[in-house]
């Protein structure tokens, strides 16, 4: 089976993804997100492990990749999971994608991102750091396992004082629980102190499995919630949207933070891709072609 996918395989109607190929080496996610939703389709979705062979089966997936592909990493299992710390199998991966030209979007909840800034700040590459709150107590209940939003944004400054270009997910927004205008405020400018430039913003989408998780962790909102997305919301793709105008108003006000701090602005599967004032979606935009620079350098230095 191939480690690296084709991105939305399912074709998201919503999706404005650019083209792209997805990798986790790990299966299953210790963050324990109460939002998440692969708890719907990867049985004990919270176990992490290590998928089987996995550098062996990445190097004959990499013989099959066209030079330059934008590889996202990754989409539902965190690249660094706590055991990242010593198993490196994520290092590992980088260490053979980004000298071949790739360009990676790291997608993550941790600090531990920071110990690989020595090949990312060598590669085609940018981090994408998930913060849906900076208040550590409500993100300890919205995120039991991952490393607290202060955490993040540290890891955030020192990424980009390193030269490695970083946007910040706000995903989800979940109303009652950290819509607060206040919140989503200083958090937009907690990441923009910290060298952030992009801002993806993203609604909590729900599935009856994640929705029951979340109304258990914030009973307070329980009834609220319940009403918006059984009665008020869509459904798109098997998950329940919130009704159009709240999200529509709740994407506005980020937009406007974002934009009155200078940074560029984008929504994810929301369907309003008017507004996004940035040249991606999922902040790809950001990645520098080094390695292509650099072989053209080398090229020219021969040619001298
Ligand atoms: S970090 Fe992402 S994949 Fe992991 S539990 Fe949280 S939402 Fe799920």
């Known amino acids: 089976m191939r480690l690296i996918t084709k991105f939305d395989p399912w074709g998201d109607p919503l999706c404005t993804c650019p083209k792209k190929y997805s990798l986790s080496p790990y299966v299953g996610c210790s963050h324990s997100c109460a939002y998440c939703y692969i708890t719907s389709y990867i049985p004990d979705g919270f176990r992490c492990r290590e ?3 996995f550098l062996a089966r990445l190097g004959r997936d990499l013989a099959r990749l066209r030079p330059g592909s934008l590889i996202s990493m990754a989409n539902s299992s965190d690249p660094y999971q ?37 090949l990312l700040a060598k590669g085609n590459c940018s981090v994408s750091i998930s913060i849906s709150t900076i208040d550590d107590r409500l993100a300890r209940r919205l995120e039991p396992l991952a490393p607290s939003p202060s955490r993040r944004l540290r890891a955030m400054g020192l990424l980009s004082s390193r030269g490695i270009p970083c946007s910040v997910r706000v995903d989800p927004i979940i109303p009652g629980i ?24 993203s609604t909590y ?16 909102v329980a009834k609220g919630l319940r009403g918006l997305y059984a009665e008020g919301g869509m459904a798109v793709g098997g998950k329940r949207y919130l009704p159009e105008v709240l999200r529509r108003d709740l994407l506005l006000m980020v937009k406007e933070f ?27 935009h950001l990645i520098p072609l080094r390695i292509a620079a650099r072989l053209m350098d080398e090229f020219l230095d021969q040619g001298r």
């Open 51 to 53: 998928k089987a062979d």
């Open 82 to 118: 706590p055991i990242e710390a010593e198993r490196g199998l994520t290092r590992s991966a980088l260490g053979r994608l980004l000298p071949l030209g790739h360009r990676v979007l790291l997608i993550t909840k941790s600090d531990l991102v920071v110990r690989d800034s020595d």
């Open 178 to 201: 950290n819509d607060d205008p206040g919140g989503l405020k200083r958090l937009i400018a907690a990441a923009e102190g910290a060298g952030c430039r992009h801002v993806i913003a």
């Open 205 to 220: 989408k729900a599935r009856w499995d994640d929705l029951r998780r979340v109304l258990r962790a914030f009973p307070e």
């Open 258 to 284: 974002s934009e009155d701090l200078g940074l560029s602005f984008s929504t994810c599967r929301e369907g309003f891709p008017e507004l996004g004032s940035a040249g991606s979606c999922d902040g790809s």
